[in-house]
């Protein structure tokens, strides 16, 4: 009878009854709903499946999926064994190695052509970053309100969401506040993915009809030197003034080297398919590992859902408004729609911009105009991060 009752109580229905179990019952249903809208609506199916499904993994009872030796569970008791889940968060988000790769896959993936041809567009790519340091500062009077608390480094984590740049705001939150990178993972990827929702009615309520109808001029060609020598001038850049951001730029830079280089073509595919699609799967799982109820449950996640919708919003807003005001100052229009792309929700910010362009004017083709900003926009978030890491002492 003693051996049923201990079977009874290493069941799921026995620990889903308990007021912890309902907890992660509830995050269950979350995870859930991550694979619905990633295979249904197509919202960043590549990191939302495996994030949706590690937190599934995590929540199960008894299991101990996400757990690592050493740390305190939900139930208050010390975990003894490491879950295959633990082991892929210890291996890759707890020392910043899979944002890193990620990166490499991203440059390798990246052509700053339009950048280059256009280079004061990178001013848009860096005035969407007004998102994370607007975040940085909703945090602080947040916590000077009493509403919620956040320390300075939580505020930091958080506020890199405002650059709509997932990796970076895992690199992030695993040097700043790793105890937060379910949240503000969850709140990253959900922003890039919900782009087309959020950002067509913020750039038509900032700009007029007139100004969505600018057509901008063919861009000039670029040389295979400009692009070669391109990374290696931003790197030298960022180990003179924010040495904190080189681990994100470097591996930018190296990715891109590698593509541009033309002389290593394996190398450059690895990156760009094999490795970075075998890093995303665990790098989506172990963050998933991080939506257990005991910590995702709180204040404190509703506040990170909230701040991190208002970083992007600003974000957006900050880019068409500069754009608007380089018009003015310019001979040369530019279209502001484009000034949307600043944040670093690559290719999808530059596509909306494009769409909503065509929406005005059916031969205005911002596309390539709109990918400047948009990869300026991911050299910036790195480098606002690198200033965060930097001022925090990470």
């Known amino acids: ?18 007021i912890e179990g309902s907890k992660q ?7 859930l709903l991550l694979v619905f809208l990633a295979i249904k609506k197509g919202w960043e199916p590549l990191l939302l499946i495996p994030i949706g499904f590690g937190c599934i993994l995590s929540n199960i009872p008894v299991a101990g999926i996400a757990e690592i030796a050493g740390h305190v569970m939900g139930n208050g008791e010390i975990a003894q064994e490491t879950g295959f ?30 950048l280059l041809a256009n280079p004061k567009t990178a001013l848009l790519g860096g005035a969407a970053q007004f998102g994370i340091f607007g975040t940085l500062m909703g945090a602080v009077l947040l916590t000077k309100s009493g509403l919620l608390h ?43 993915a919900l782009v ?29 030197l400009e692009k070669m020598i391109f990374p290696l001038v931003v790197l030298g850049l960022c180990a003179l003034l924010l040495p904190s951001a080189c681990p994100l730029i ?13 002389v290593v073509e394996r190398l450059s595919k690895t990156l760009q398919n094999e490795l970075i699609n075998i890093v995303t799967i665990m790098l989506g799982l172990a963050v998933g ?15 990170i859902l909230c701040l991190g919708l208002i970083a992007f919003c600003i974000g957006t807003a900050a880019g068409v408004l500069l754009a608007k005001l ?48 948009n990869v300026a926009g991911v050299i910036g978030s790195a480098v606002a991060a690198g200033v965060l890491l930097a001022l925090c002492g990470a």
């Open 25 to 31: 019952f509830a995050m269950i249903l979350v995870g």
């Open 289 to 303: 590992s991080k939506l257990a109820a005991d910590k995702f449950l709180n204040g404190k996640t509703l506040g």
């Open 150 to 192: 956040f320390t300075m480094n939580e505020a930091s984590a958080i506020a890199i969401i405002g650059g709509a740049d997932g990796p970076t705001s895992i690199f992030g939150a695993s040097k700043l506040a790793p105890h937060l990178l379910g949240p503000i993972a969850v709140a990253a990827y959900s922003y890039m």
């Open 250 to 262: 470097g591996s930018l830079m190296f990715g891109n080297l590698v593509k541009e280089s033309g």
């Open 326 to 373: 380089m018009n003015k100052l310019s001979k040369e229009k530019i279209n502001p729609l484009i000034g949307a792309a600043g944040v670093s929700a690559v290719p999808m910010a530059a596509r909306v911009a494009n769409k909503v362009g065509l929406e005005d004017n059916p031969h205005n083709f911002l596309l390539m105009h709109a990918m400047g900003p």
């Open 85 to 114: 889940l633990g082991v892929f968060y210890s291996m890759g988000i707890e020392n910043g190695l899979f944002p890193l790769i990620i990166f490499m896959g991203v440059g390798a993936m990246t052509d700053f052509g339009p």
């Open 1 to 18: 009878m003693n051996s049923f009752v201990e079977l009874w109580h290493n069941t799921g229905l026995y620990n889903f009854f308990s």
């Open 196 to 224: 087309p929702m959020i950002q067509p009615p913020i750039m038509r309520l900032l700009t007029t009809k007139a100004e969505r109808q600018i057509e901008m001029k063919q861009m000039r060609y670029v040389s295979k």
